[in-house]
């Protein structure tokens, strides 16, 4: 392949989830024919009809558009393509290793519609190593193909990994314009998987192996962990001592080389609180500071949750209102939402209190709230006007014109110090 060669040929993209949609619907509308394969029946129907199964910024139009030019069709089964991107979920499993059962799955799908020159991108966040067992578990279904891991620069297929680096709310933005790191398993393999890159991208496309790309994404969301769990230490030391963290914070950001990011109820999303864990169980014993991070703010939830149970219990009947419900401000995501977390601890330990929920961008509970007969969705403004206790969880912008209500006599706990 030549230096800077541009992909042209059929794409496969395998799960069309946050990440896995708006990529392929930003190759399709660059003219690369796109295949999404999904194994939920609704997603492929959906999408098929130029509908997008969550809301993000300006991916609804392009959907549409991509749907329409015939560039981007759906199946639920992988079919032969020149490319395949792997974009599927990466849990971790309850001892916080991760659970690689879906790229496993999905490699184990591609494999058999694979021909010699085929390039393989697993784009799924995962351990180092992750990348080289996608090209072994191809191996051992494929034997007549040479595999990177084994074959090197002589091998028949392509496999690297190149790892998303987006903000929700900004994702078609920032595909375009971040910097790209490909890692291959070899250089040959991190050259042709970044022609897929080059149909779009705005940024630097950057080479490596396929290993340091992998830790490269862990360490990006490590770091972020590590600054907010400072944070979020820092609140609770505040308060111990009677202090407006805030207030604190804002003074020592006055120092041109400090930075303190804000608190909040903990941390969520599909990445910051689950990649440090990767790390973590790469080197466990070396990785005391990740994981006493990942210890700090996976324990935030529970604190803001006991100060709520502890004042509602001084109340007679308290209503309580809790506004927000998603990972972080103005998107649906609700995933490893801090926010849910603290409901559900709330409305565990008070059976005997119905709690209001409003969030404008979820039309129903998260299902680890279903459970919980004394929750009920309802309109801010409402929840919150009838509400003894208010509690702030997530900052949406709708949520600004309530701020008023802490001058009505109201106990209002502000996690997010949106209304400071």
Same mark, same amino acid.
């Given at each position: 392949?030549?230096?800077?060669?541009?992909?042209?040929?059929?794409?496969?993209?395998?799960?069309?989830?946050?990440?896995?949609?708006?990529?392929?619907?930003?190759?399709?509308?660059?003219?690369?024919?796109?295949?999404?394969?999904?194994?939920?029946?609704?997603?492929?129907?959906?999408?098929?009809?130029?509908?997008?199964?969550?809301?993000?910024?300006?991916?609804?139009?392009?959907?549409?558009?991509?749907?329409?030019?015939?560039?981007?069709?759906?199946?639920?089964?992988?079919?032969?393509?020149?490319?395949?991107?792997?974009?599927?979920?990466?849990?971790?499993?309850?001892?916080?290793?991760?659970?690689?059962?879906?790229?496993?799955?999905?490699?184990?799908?591609?494999?058999?519609?694979?021909?010699?020159?085929?390039?393989?991108?697993?784009?799924?966040?995962?351990?180092?190593?992750?990348?080289?067992?996608?090209?072994?578990?191809?191996?051992?279904?494929?034997?007549?193909?040479?595999?990177?891991?084994?074959?090197?620069?002589?091998?028949?297929?392509?496999?690297?990994?190149?790892?998303?680096?987006?903000?929700?709310?900004?994702?078609?933005?920032?595909?375009?314009?971040?910097?790209?790191?490909?890692?291959?398993?070899?250089?040959?393999?991190?050259?042709?998987?970044?022609?897929?890159?080059?149909?779009?991208?705005?940024?630097?496309?950057?080479?490596?192996?396929?290993?340091?790309?992998?830790?490269?994404?862990?360490?990006?969301? @490590?770091?972020?962990?590590?600054?907010? /769990?400072? #944070?979020? *230490?820092?609140?609770?030391?505040?308060?111990?001592?009677? $202090?407006? =963290?805030?207030?604190?914070?804002?003074?020592?950001?006055?120092?041109?080389?400090?930075?303190?990011?804000?608190?909040?109820?903990?941390?969520?999303?599909?990445?910051?609180?689950?990649?440090?864990?990767?790390?973590?169980?790469?080197?466990?014993?070396?990785?005391?500071?990740?994981?006493?991070?990942?210890?700090?703010?996976?324990?935030?939830?529970?604190?803001?949750?006991?100060?709520?149970?502890?004042?509602?219990?001084?109340?007679?009947?308290?209503?309580?209102?809790?506004?927000?419900?998603?990972?972080?401000?103005?998107?649906?995501?609700?995933?490893?939402?801090?926010?849910?977390?603290?409901?559900?601890?709330?409305?565990?330990?008070?059976?005997?209190?119905?709690?209001?929920?409003?969030?404008?961008?979820?039309?129903?509970?998260?299902?680890?709230?279903? @459970?919980?007969?004394?929750?009920?969705? /309802?309109? #801010?403004? *409402?929840?919150?006007?009838?509400?003894?206790?208010?509690? $702030?969880? =997530?900052?949406?912008?709708?949520?600004?014109?309530?701020?008023?209500?802490?001058?009505?006599?109201?106990?209002?706990?502000?996690?997010?110090?949106?209304?400071?």
């Amino acid at each position: 392949m030549m230096l800077n060669e541009v992909f042209s040929g059929t794409l496969v993209v395998v799960g069309m989830g946050y990440i896995g949609l708006p990529t392929a619907t930003v190759l399709a509308t660059r003219g690369v024919k796109v295949i999404g394969v999904d194994v939920n029946p609704r997603i492929v129907e959906a999408i098929s009809r130029g509908e997008t199964p969550f809301i993000e910024p300006d991916l609804a139009v392009a959907v549409s558009g991509a749907v329409a030019m015939g560039r981007l069709s759906m199946s639920q089964d992988v079919p032969e393509a020149d490319a395949y991107i792997i974009a599927v979920p990466t849990p971790f499993l309850d001892d916080h290793t991760a659970d690689l059962s879906y790229i496993q799955s999905a490699a184990e799908q591609i494999a058999p519609h694979l021909k010699p020159g085929a390039i393989v991108v697993l784009e799924s966040t995962s351990p180092p190593g992750t990348t080289e067992k996608v090209s072994r578990w191809i191996g051992a279904l494929r034997p007549d193909l040479k595999m990177p891991h084994v074959a090197g620069s002589i091998a028949d297929i392509s496999v690297a990994h190149c790892p998303e680096r987006v903000l929700p709310g900004r994702i078609m933005i920032e595909m375009i314009t971040n910097n790209r790191v490909v890692g291959g398993l070899t250089s040959q393999c991190a050259a042709r998987a970044a022609s897929i890159y080059r149909v779009f991208s705005q940024g630097e496309i950057l080479l490596t192996d396929a290993a340091s790309a992998e830790m490269a994404k862990l360490v990006e969301n @490590s770091y972020r962990d590590v600054n907010i /769990a400072f #944070a979020n *230490e820092l609140s609770l030391i505040s308060e111990s001592l009677g $202090l407006d =963290v805030w207030e604190v914070i804002k003074l020592a950001n006055q120092h041109p080389r400090v930075n303190v990011l804000s608190p909040g109820p903990g941390v969520g999303g599909h990445c910051i609180p689950v990649d440090p864990w990767f790390i973590v169980a790469a080197a466990p014993e070396l990785a005391r500071l990740i994981r006493t991070a990942r210890e700090v703010n996976d324990h935030k939830p529970h604190h803001v949750a006991d100060q709520v149970i502890a004042k509602a219990r001084r109340f007679v009947s308290p209503s309580i209102a809790c506004l927000g419900l998603t990972f972080k401000a103005n998107v649906d995501d609700v995933r490893e939402s801090a926010a849910v977390e603290v409901v559900g601890l709330i409305a565990s330990a008070l059976p005997e209190f119905e709690i209001m929920v409003a969030d404008p961008y979820v039309d129903e509970l998260p299902p680890k709230l279903t @459970s919980n007969a004394n929750l009920r969705l /309802a309109n #801010a403004g *409402e929840a919150a006007d009838a509400a003894d206790i208010i509690v $702030l969880l =997530v900052e949406h912008e709708a949520f600004r014109p309530l701020r008023h209500l802490r001058q009505n006599g109201k106990v209002v706990y502000d996690t997010r110090g949106a209304w400071a």
